[in-house]
Nanobody, 124 residues
Framework: VQLQASGGGSVQDGGSLKLSCAASGFGVGIFAMAWFRQAPGKEREFVAGINWAGRFVGYTDSVKGRFTISRDTTKNIVSLQMNYLKPEDTAIYYC??????????????????WGQGTLVTVSS
């Protein structure tokens, strides 16, 4: 199982970025995927998650209305569109996957598969 995250970068306050996570090696199966982030000196936190069919999505309160998670099930790609970025969104963003029919877990401990992380920097 491999997760390859991309799309990070540096933007100014109010800017936008789109992160993508390409998943491979799952074979036949269904899995939920999520984005987490970790800022320096802080714990890894849930940002957004989507279930295997793309019907159930969840967001942490601080990104609701600004971030949108989506998935292309035919290509096994999950994206995170981030608009109206704020300096406090600065972090390394990780995609994660878990084999489940349930909605995406908000705890990082529930995910056995992780991408390498991509850095998002928002300057004021």
């Amino acid at each position: 199982v491999q997760l390859q995250a991309s799309g990070g970068g540096s933007v100014q306050d109010g800017g936008s970025l789109k992160l993508s996570c390409a998943a491979s090696g799952f074979g036949v199966g269904i899995f939920a995927m999520a984005w987490f982030r970790q800022a320096p000196g802080k714990e890894r936190e849930f940002v957004a998650g989507i279930n295997w069919a793309g019907r159930f999505v969840g967001y942490t309160d601080s990104v609701k209305g600004r971030f949108t998670i989506s998935r292309d099930t035919t290509k096994n790609i999950v994206s995170l569109q981030m608009n109206y970025l704020k300096p406090e969104d600065t972090a390394i963003y990780y995609c994660a996957a878990q084999k489940t029919t349930a909605p995406a877990d908000t705890s990082p401990g529930g995910y056995p598969h992780w991408g390498q992380g991509t850095l998002v920097t928002v300057s004021s």
